[in-house]
C-alpha cells in the first residue's frame, strides 16, 4: 500500500469507445485519466474499446497518471480486458463496485493471474451501500491498493437518495470512506458531478470534497478540468502561510521550543507536517 506520489486533482474518464475524445486528451491538463471499458462503454463496444486504448496508449501523454477501468467481477468481460492490458503502459487498474473483503482479494488475486508487472497498482470503486459498509475490510489487506474512487451516482441511485447540492445524503458514506483511505496510507477521489451545465454547483462540489480531504474529482468533461485543478491545489494563502510555518517552525526549534505562533495562530509539528505536504505538492503542480 502506499499514497501515490503523482497529482490527482482532476481525473478524467473518456469512454474507451470514444476515439474522439481519447484524441482530445493529450491536449488536456487532467492530472489522471480512467480509461473506461465499463459502464462508459456499451456491450456491443467493449471489443472495439480495447483495441482503441490500445492503440491510444501507444502514444499516451507522458505526464499523466493513467488508470484502465476494466469491466466488474463476475462479468463475462473482465478476464479479456485484464489480459489485453496486462503488457501495456498503465499505471493502475481500476475495479467497479467492490463491495467486500472477498471482492477486494478477487481483484487482486485476477491481478496477479493476468500476470501484471509487481509496480501496477489497484483502484477501487466505493459505489455501493455495501461497499461503504465494508470498507474498512475493504482497504485491510490488497498489497497493490493505491487509491479508492467514489462512484457516487450508483450511491445515490441505491440509497434511493437524492442529488442535492450539499450533498448531505451521502456525506456519511464519503466521510466514511475517507477515514478509511487514510486510516490505510490510500490516495481517495471524490466522485462525479453530472450536470456539466452547472458551473457553480460544479465548483461548490470541488471545494467541499477538498475541505473534506479528498485528494481529487473524478471529472467526465474536459470543463471541469481546471475547476477541479484550482479548488484542490493549495491557494496562494495557503502557501505563503505554509513556508512561512516551516521557517518560522525552524527558527523556534533553534531556540529550543516545540511550539510558536504564525499570524496569531498556534504552529506545532503537526502544522509543520501540513505545510510541507502543501508545499511538495505545489512543487509537483508547478505553483
Ligand atoms: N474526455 C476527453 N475528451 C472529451 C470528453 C472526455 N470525457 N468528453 C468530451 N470530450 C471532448 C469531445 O470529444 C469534444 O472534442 P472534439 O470536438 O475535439 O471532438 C469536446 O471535448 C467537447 O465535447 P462536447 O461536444 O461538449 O461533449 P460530447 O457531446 O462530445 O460528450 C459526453 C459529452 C457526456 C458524452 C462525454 O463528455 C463523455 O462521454 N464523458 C464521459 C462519461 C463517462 O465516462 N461516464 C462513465 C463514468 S461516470
Ligand atoms: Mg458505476
Known amino acids: 500500500m502506499g499514497q501515490i506520489t503523482h497529482p490527482l486533482r482532476s481525473v478524467l474518464y473518456v469512454p474507451g469507445e470514444n476515439t474522439r475524445a481519447l484524441k482530445k486528451v493529450s ?47 463476475g462479468t463475462q ?25 472477498e471482492d477486494a482479494m478477487a481483484a487482486e488475486g485476477l491481478i496477479e493471474e493476468a500476470g501484471f508487472a509487481p509496480k501496477t497498482r489497484l483502484w477501487f470503486m466505493i459505489e455501493t451501500p455495501l461497499g461503504v459498509l465494508n ?16 462512484g457516487t451516482n450508483d450511491l445515490v441511485k441505491d440509497l434511493h437518495a437524492r442529488h442535492t447540492p450539499t450533498r448531505e445524503p451521502i456525506l456519511f458514506s464519503l466521510s466514511l470512506c475517507l477515514l478509511a483511505a487514510r486510516a490505510g496510507g490510500l490516495s481517495v477521489i471524490d466522485g462525479v458531478h453530472i450536470d456539466i451545465k452547472d458551473r457553480q454547483g460544479f465548483l461548490a462540489a470541488c471545494r467541499q470534497g477538498a475541505e473534506m480531504g479528498f485528494d481529487g474529482k473524478t471529472v467526465i468533461h ?66
Open 135 to 150: 470498507i474498512a475490510q475493504i482497504t485491510r489487506q490488497p498489497t497493490r491498493l493505491e487509491c479508492l474512487v467514489m
Open 77 to 101: 468481460w473482465v478476464e479479456d480486458d485484464l489480459r489485453a492490458f496486462r503488457d501495456e503502459k498503465i499505471d493502475a487498474i481500476v475495479f467497479p463496485k467492490i463491495e467486500s473483503h
Open 27 to 73: 491536449t488536456l491538463e487532467a492530472d489522471a485519466l480512467i480509461l473506461d471499458l465499463e459502464d462508459g462503454v456499451a456491450p456491443a463496444k467493449k471489443r472495439e474499446a480495447r483495441e482503441n486504448l490500445k492503440s491510444f496508449l501507444k502514444s499516451a501523454p507522458p505526464d499523466k497518471y493513467i488508470t484502465v477501468r476494466v469491466n466488474g467481477l
Open 222 to 287: 474536459p470543463s471541469q478540468i481546471e475547476g477541479a485543478n484550482d479548488a484542490y491545489a493549495p491557494s496562494r494563502d495557503e502557501l505563503e502561510e505554509a513556508r512561512k510555518i516551516v521557517l518560522r517552525f525552524e527558527e523556534a526549534q533553534r531556540m529550543g521550543k516545540a511550539v510558536t505562533l504564525v499570524g496569531g495562530k498556534l504552529v506545532e509539528a503537526l502544522h509543520v507536517e501540513n505545510a510541507q505536504r502543501l508545499l511538495a505538492l505545489a512543487e509537483k503542480i508547478k505553483r
